[in-house]
C-alpha cells in the first residue's frame, strides 16, 4: 500500500507543468501555443525570457529529483523497496509526460529524467548532463542533446550498478523521452530543427 502511495504521489509531483505555471507567473505566452508547442524549458527560451527558460528547467529538474529523494529519505520508515524508488522515477516522469492537471498533455521529460538520474545517483546524473552539455554545445540542438544523453544513460547505470530493475526503469525512460521526441528527430532529419535560443515563430 506504501509503494501505491509513493508512485501516486509522485506521479501528481511530476504533474506539475513548471513551464506552464512559470509562463503564467511570468506574464508570457502559454508555451503550448508557439515554437514546438512543447512545456519545457528549451520552448520556455523560445519567447525570449531566459529568467522564465532556467526557472522552468530548475522546477521540471526538481520535481524529479525531490520526488525520488523523498521516497529514499522515507524509504525505510515505509518499507519501500528499491524497485519502488525506481518505481517512483518513472512515475514522476510519467507525470510530466502525461500530467493530470493539465489535460495529459505534457512536455518531453529531458529536465525531469536529469532530476530523477541525479536523486538516484550523482555520478549517473552528472554523467548524463555532462553528455548533454558536450552534445548541446557541439551542435546547438537542444533535442539531439537530450536524445544522445538519454541513450547513454542506461549505459551509464549499468556501468555503475549493473542489470537490475532499476535499469529497466531508466531504459523505459529513456525509451519514452525518445518517443517523445518523434517530430525533433523528423526535424532533426530535415534539417528543420530549430536551435538553441532560437526565437519563437
Ligand atoms: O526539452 C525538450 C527538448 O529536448 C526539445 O524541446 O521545444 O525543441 O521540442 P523542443
Redesign the pocket.
Known sequence: MNAVIAIIAAYLIGSISFAVVVSRLFGLSDPRTY??K?P????VL?SGNKAAAVLTLLGDGVKGWFAVWLAMVFQEQFELSSNTIAAVGLAVFVGHLWPVFFKFVG?????TALGVLLAINIWLGLATLATWLIVAYAFRY??L???IASLFAPFYYALLFGPNLTLLAVAIMSGLLIYR?S??IANLMSGK??RIGSKKK
Open positions: 515554437g514546438s512543447n519545457g524549458a528549451t520552448n523560445r512536455g518531453k521529460g529531458v529536465a537542444s533535442s542533446a537530450a536524445l521526441h517530430q525533433n530543427e530549430s
